[in-house]
DNA sequence: GCGACAG
DNA sequence: ATCTTGTCGC
């Protein structure tokens, strides 16, 4: 399937990770209504899943599906996991005919070693703001937060701010919220509290579900 | 060398 | 990510 990825293609991941990284542009987001997208990957054997879930913002109805199976091409390797699901994500995403203003990936968006995670990568790419928010941390050290929706600590890596841990819920355990690209960091923070009914927001916790499904049907 | 390490 | 039952707590 994907044994040993070399350090040749390492090394060039590595390069186009810190050349896209700066075209990262940090901007206020302030649309108030319109079109979000979730996106999740799902695996079985070596088969790689992905649904984009489009949904309609502030009221966070699903608008549409899409759903797209293809071959899993590399192993996981932290801090290069974009690189395994960007090929699916895309293809599915090449499907996705309405004007999306905003992305949630399910992962890391510049809270990441060379601040260009999945997030980052799917932003970039696609040229549509985007914000990482991910269940565990990557790198980054903060603060123990209190379980009060709207509560935050700054992620701090290499001395800088680079996402929140936030509660997007009361008495759950927070996640890691980073910006993308094309939208910074009090935006990301507003627009996930915002779709935020349980601990994941709706356009991810959505899309987990209908990739599930997808996956157990196919 | 040891420990950490998105999904 | 994936394999899995019951169980504690709001």
Not at 48 to 63: G, M, N, R
Not at 202 to 213: G, W
């Amino acid at each position: 399937m994907c044994a040993d990825i070399s350090k040749k293609i390492i090394e060039k991941w590595r390069d186009e990770q810190i050349r896209l990284s700066l075209k990262i542009r940090h901007l206020p987001l302030k649309i108030k209504s319109g079109l979000i997208a979730g996106i999740d990957v799902s695996y079985k054997d070596t088969y790689i899943y992905c649904s984009i879930v489009v949904l309609s913002f502030p009221k966070l109805e699903v608008v549409n599906i899409y759903n797209k199976k293809g071959e899993v091409e590399y192993p996981y390797i932290p801090g290069f996991l974009s690189f395994r699901e960007m090929p699916v994500v895309l293809r599915t995403f090449n499907r996705v005919k309405e004007d999306i203003f905003l992305i949630f990936c399910d992962g890391q968006g510049i809270a990441h070693p060379r601040g260009f995670g999945l997030a980052s990568h799917i932003g970039t790419v696609l040229r549509i703001p985007s914000i990482g928010c991910a269940k565990s941390r990557l790198v980054g050290e903060y603060r123990p937060v209190a379980k009060k929706k709207g509560n935050f600590s700054e992620l701090i890596y290499k001395n800088k701010v680079v996402g929140a841990v936030l509660i997007t819920k009361d008495n759950t355990n927070p996640v890691f919220v980073s910006a993308g690209n094309y939208i910074d960091l009090e935006s990301a923070i507003r627009y996930t509290l915002d779709c935020s009914v349980y601990r994941i927001p709706e356009p991810t916790r959505l899309a987990h579900k209908y990739v599930t499904s997808f996956r157990e049907s196919r």
